[in-house]
């Protein structure tokens, strides 16, 4: 049971390149969300997921697209990276996204913008 | 909007000591309240939380109380490790539960 996990654990981009992040776990959870963690501003909301299907706009959406491939894997792609979306990169799943429900995240992605 | 807001570090003690770190909240309604705690190079893990007004969550010697009338949640511990050295965070999730809104966090660092 290894839980959420993410890849890459790092990565570098040049300003204007594409890239997705990956993401799966395997404790049959119904809501996935990706958050960013920038110093002195803790987590922030980019996109969740419901449920399978279905996708939803967070606190920072902006130069972010997400797919929930299947109810394992929600992915994270920038389209045209910035220097701005240098950051750590936080995949969670929850059981079915009701009030009081645990969160469980994976180890991180670090990503660096030139 | 709901937001958290918790209390700036870093914060430094030596093991054995008495810890506290506030946090408070705004929202709408009855939010759940959490505290999650960050390991060097690791995502965040549950440590406590409590979904109604005065209860208290409680997890490895840390202690949390929902206090609606202050709208807060300090946590505190009683006896602080060198293995608690970490970054905590508050966080709060809304009604329906699929927004979290997380507190800046607070590094903590204990010597021996």
């Known amino acids: 049971n290894a839980g959420v996990t993410q890849t890459p654990k790092f990565q570098v981009l040049k300003t204007g390149q594409s890239m997705t992040l990956q993401c799966a776990q395997d404790m049959n959870h119904n809501s996935m969300y990706w958050y960013r963690q920038d110093p002195g501003m803790g987590l922030r909301l980019i996109y969740y997921s419901a449920s399978e299907g279905t996708t939803d706009k967070g606190e920072v959406p902006n130069g972010y697209n997400v797919s929930r491939l299947n109810k394992r894997e929600f992915s994270l792609r920038l389209e045209s990276a910035a220097p701005s979306q240098t950051s750590v990169y936080f995949c969670?799943?929850?059981?079915?996204?009701?009030?009081?429900?645990?969160?469980?995240f994976g180890p991180g992605t670090r990503l660096l913008v030139l | 909007g709901d937001s958290v807001t918790q209390m700036e570090g870093p914060v430094t003690l030596s093991e054995e000591a008495f810890l506290t770190i506030n946090c408070t909240y705004t929202a709408t309604g009855y939010p759940s309240l959490f505290w999650y705690v960050q390991y060097p190079g690791e995502g965040l893990q549950l440590l406590l939380k409590a979904t109604k007004a005065d209860d208290k969550g409680s997890n490895k010697g840390f202690e949390a109380t929902y206090r609606k009338e202050t709208t807060s949640f300090h946590l505190e511990k009683g006896s602080v490790q060198v293995s608690d050295s970490a970054v905590y965070f508050c966080a709060l999730s809304d009604l329906g539960g699929n927004q979290f809104y997380f507190g800046t966090g607070t590094s903590l660092t204990v010597i021996p």
């Open positions: 969670a799943s929850s059981e079915a996204g009701q009030g009081g429900e645990t969160q469980y």
